[in-house]
């Protein structure tokens, strides 16, 4: 996928997801977060973290021989500490991660939901998890299943060689992943949709039809070429306690009741004045 990250709709996919993520983590508070695939894009350099991570499997990693966080080293053009794992056995406990981004990394993964079990496992409660990948119902999915249909049946002019997309990896529906998250207890927070452009190849063509972005977004907006999901991992009968610092109201002094003697004696003196 690297290699066609460096096409025209690869930067231009790219440039949409680096926004996307900046807004989508800028505000999202703790100590530890993790991005796990794809170092061509900085998904946490928008997030104010003190640790953040970047995890990456042994063939996408050749310059970084550490396997844990806690000797990592920084990754080249990055601020973020790399380190040698896969993505479904993560060197972090459980409930020890406040923020997981995972760009196209389900889609990239032989296992997907194992992947998911584990950013589950190592998520705090209340954590968040962020999710992009290739949306299979746009322009973009349906050219790229018409050439894997045409290269099954031996068109060799529409085959293998015309795929618009990357060859690795599985599209996964954003319908399917909702239910996956929703299986495991996360709830999402929010889903949007982008890069509207038809199946271009060229910068040039990719800047003639960028008038369709606010069309597509106002008129069609799950048929973009990519999803990005937030999801919240929720933990029944948990309830959040405010803080115990909280200073109490002081209570209303106790009434007191003022008694005033009511009753007065007159005295009258009565003098005869025969």
């Not at 896969?86 to 939901?113: G, Q, R």
């Not at 800047?207 to 933990?235: D, H």
């Not at 002094?253 to 003697?261: D, W």
């Amino acid at each position: 996928m690297a290699d066609w990250l460096q096409t025209p709709p690869g930067r231009y996919l790219l440039a949409w997801e680096q926004a996307q993520f900046a807004s989508a983590v800028a505000d999202v508070f703790g100590f530890h977060a993790v991005q796990l695939g794809l170092p061509e894009l900085d998904a946490l350099a928008a997030n104010r973290m003190p640790h953040r991570w970047l995890g990456l499997p042994e063939t996408e990693l050749p310059l970084v021989q550490n396997s844990a966080p806690d000797q990592a080293e920084p990754w080249p053009g990055l601020q973020r500490w790399a380190f040698v794992a896969h993505a479904a056995a993560l060197p972090f406990p459980a409930a020890s991660l406040d923020l997981v981004v995972l760009p196209h990394t389900l889609e990239l993964s032989a296992d997907p939901h194992a992947v998911l079990r584990e950013v589950e496992r190592v998520l705090v409660p209340e954590g968040r998890v962020v999710i992009s990948g290739l949306n299979p119902a746009s322009l973009w999915g349906l050219r790229q299943a018409r050439a894997h249909l045409c290269a099954r049946l031996g068109l060799s002019a529409f085959g293998a060689s015309h795929l618009y997309l990357p060859e690795a990896g599985e599209f996964i529906g954003h319908w399917r992943l909702r239910d996956w998250l929703r299986l495991l207890s996360f709830e999402v927070d929010s889903c949007r949709f982008g890069a509207y452009r038809p199946a271009v190849r060229t910068d040039k063509w990719l800047q003639r039809w960028s008038w369709v972005e606010p069309v597509g977004a106002r008129w069609w907006p799950i048929l973009g070429a990519v999803y990005f999901i937030t999801a919240v991992k929720r933990v029944r009968g948990m309830h959040l306690l405010g803080p115990a610092w909280k200073p109490r109201r002081a209570a209303a002094a106790a009434p007191v009741t003022a008694a005033r003697n009511t009753h007065h004696t007159t005295h009258f003196t009565h003098r005869n004045t025969d």
